[in-house]
């Protein structure tokens, strides 16, 4: 079969290595990918929101299944614009994205059905934001509703840095249309856990757990990014939670969407925070993380489209996923000034050592083929993904392989995964 990949970063390469361990596959598109994704994709230079580019495209290739990577065009509706012609893909449609488009729709979702989150108030107007705050408890947490690419996130430890928030978002317009609502929620404390799912839109199949680190710096400081680094399973997602998730979080929320005439066919992605009351759900995202992608998707034994078209076809229930019993660490590298200001076109050297090493990965993000080399392209460049036995040899294993690459200013985090030190 034909599989077209939508997407250019670190999760499409991630999705489109997996896609080619399948035996179904005799040929891989991606629009428009990138220096790595080219490796093993025939790339087409069509942006992820040219929506009717790319139904033409599948068209013309003949493709028999579309996967969607990022968020944007699974919230504007390409999964119903492919359908719509005819086409099948996975992801899920407009109606279900809404899931990741709106904080103040999964907010309220979550609190008709009794699925455990924060609690927060949805505003639309930064007047009544800022009369909110006069008496609200510090820290707290300013999430613009809409989609910014990871970023639409303040935690405000002090009433003036909370007020800054509010004229941020809803005022000047940091995060542009995205922060025409708001949702201020109460801040919470535990260990953060990503949780990967496969949904059909009434059975959900739960991937390994993972712990992604959003923040620029190491000890977790600087601005929110939309990733440094990852690790999977997570030690602190225990059996336990598991269970707890399972019955309290995953199926509510699958079967929350279906009875909101809202059928959820693709991934949900389960932002938790472990907290002492209990996981709480910090946010869903309606496709795989970025860089958890990046460690899940190399542990995972199943064929990835077998699994993918039993999402569509809604026969999730007679697929078992399983997983290596082992661990793995990403390392993003990314261009200095990230998230902020940086600068590209610097040539890369090392990608050839990976070559021919089985537990080694080096996911392409923001990179740019040309005629000198492949050269950086982006904030986050390159994910460095290792396997070993246990978190802590994968993550020597990551630092270790960090050190084949080199471009100028590279920078990456020193510490991503030291959590699991702290574990016994």
Not at 281 to 309: C, S
Request: net charge neutral; charged share 30%.
């Amino acid at each position: 079969m034909k599989v077209l990949i939508v997407g250019s970063g670190g999760r499409e390469h991630a999705i489109a290595m997996s896609v080619e361990k399948s035996p179904k596959v005799e040929k891989i598109y991606c629009v428009p990918g990138n220096a790595g994704i080219a490796q093993v994709a025939e790339c087409a230079d069509i942006k992820v929101m040219e929506f009717d580019r790319i139904v033409e495209f599948a068209k013309e290739k003949e493709i028999d299944l579309t996967i969607v990577g990022p968020d944007d065009p699974l919230v504007g509706g390409l999964v119903d614009a492919l359908e719509e012609a005819g086409l099948r893909a996975f992801g899920p449609r407009k109606n279900a994205a809404i899931l990741e488009g709106s904080k103040a729709f999964s907010k309220e979702l979550m609190k008709k059905y009794g699925i455990p989150t924060a609690a927060y108030e949805t505003f639309d107007n930064a007047a009544d934001a800022l009369k909110y705050l006069d008496t609200a408890k510090m820290p707290i947490v300013l999430k613009a509703d809409g989609l910014a690419l990871g970023k639409g996130v303040l935690i405000c430890n002090t009433k003036d840095e909370a007020r800054n928030g509010v004229k941020e978002i809803m005022l000047d317009k940091k995060f542009g249309t995205a922060g025409n609502r708001m949702v201020i929620e109460e801040f919470l404390t535990g260990r953060e856990v990503s949780v990967l799912t496969f949904c059909d839109g009434k059975t959900i199949r739960v991937m390994s757990s993972a712990q992604d680190h959003k923040r620029a710096q190491d000890n977790d400081e600087g601005l929110n990014t939309g990733g440094m680094g990852t690790f999977s399973p997570s030690p602190f997602y225990t059996d336990e939670i598991d269970r707890f998730c399972r019955e309290k979080i995953y199926q509510p929320t699958v079967d929350a969407m279906a009875k909101e005439g809202r059928p959820f066919q693709g991934v949900i992605f389960f932002g938790l925070m472990l907290t002492e009351d209990g996981p709480k759900v910090l946010e869903y995202n309606a496709r795989f993380g970025d860089p958890e992608a990046q460690v899940v998707l190399p542990r995972m034994k199943n064929d990835i489209i077998e699994v993918m078209e039993a999402c569509v076809d809604g026969t999730l229930d007679r697929i078992s996923l399983e997983f290596e019993d082992n661990a793995a660490v990403c390392v993003v590298l990314a261009s200095k000034g990230y998230p902020l200001k940086y600068e590209r076109g610097f040539l890369i050297s090392g990608l050839e050592s990976f070559q021919g090493r089985r537990s080694y990965y080096v996911f392409h993000a923001g990179t740019r083929k040309t005629s000198k080399g492949i050269v950086t392209n982006g904030g986050r460049v390159l994910g460095v993904t290792a396997k070993g036995p246990d978190l802590k040899k994968a993550r020597a294993n990551a630092y270790k392989a960090v050190e084949w690459i080199d471009f100028e200013n590279k920078y990456c985090r020193s510490d991503i995964g030291k959590a699991i030190d702290e574990v016994k």
